[in-house]
């Protein structure tokens, strides 16, 4: 009964000891070293207007509908974009559902970007991420969208071009991935410009 008793005593002592170092100690170390070392990360990235207004964050993609805002990757993520429902389509190559959705999609970004029927289409424009909430899209994506963007917003080509450049993110670590352009900030950035003439 005696060692009964002190196991069970070494055991509820342990537990306690645990949960104060792994359920307190450690996440307020962890908290406390992101916010010292990393704050805007540490608080996701959020991304700011000229008011100060949150308009969202720079690491999940949301949608833009107008023609003068660069349209971010499809989303398969809930009813698009819903950070709550992350997810890609999940088909496979050879799924018919995948390839009349690409069909769709090519159509659909000719007719919006008014680019020539056979005008290739770059794979990013056409298929969503496999969290469905990337927020990149590539330069080449970017820049076939610029002619709608300069339109819409009676604004030379050149700056908006020279808008994506200025947004082009490199490659990771300068080996891995491809360059990149937050939609995000590139609209935020266009419109902060707009607001300021």
């Known amino acids: 009964m005696k060692t009964l008793l002190l196991d069970l005593k070494t055991s509820v002592l342990v537990t306690v000891v645990f949960a104060l170092l792994l359920c307190g100690a450690y996440p307020l170390a962890v ?15 959020l991304v ?7 308009r969202g964050s720079a690491l999940l993609a949301q949608n833009f509908s107008s023609d003068k805002y660069f349209q971010p990757r499809p989303s398969a993520a809930g009813t698009g974009y819903d950070a709550t429902n992350s997810s890609g389509t999940n088909f496979g190559p050879t799924s018919q559902k995948l390839a009349d959705s690409i069909k769709a999609a090519v159509a659909a970004y000719r ?3 008014g680019l020539p029927a056979d005008a290739a289409v770059p794979a990013d424009a056409v298929t969503s991420s496999g969290s469905g909430l990337d927020p990149h899209i590539s ?5 076939l969208q610029a002619v709608r963007v300069a339109k819409a917003r009676s604004l030379p080509l050149d700056k908006v071009l020279a808008a994506i450049t200025a947004h082009t993110e490199g490659r990771d670590l300068h080996i ?17 410009a707009a607001a300021r003439k």
């Open 48 to 54: 700011t207007d000229a008011t100060g207004a949150v």
């Open 139 to 143: 330069v080449t994506n970017a820049q």
């Open 176 to 192: 891995f991935g491809e360059p990149g352009v937050n939609v995000l900030l590139l609209n935020r950035d266009l419109d902060e």
């Open 31 to 45: 908290w406390a070293g992101g916010q010292l070392l990393f704050p805007g990360r540490a608080n996701g990235s």
């Open 111 to 113: 007719t919006s970007n």
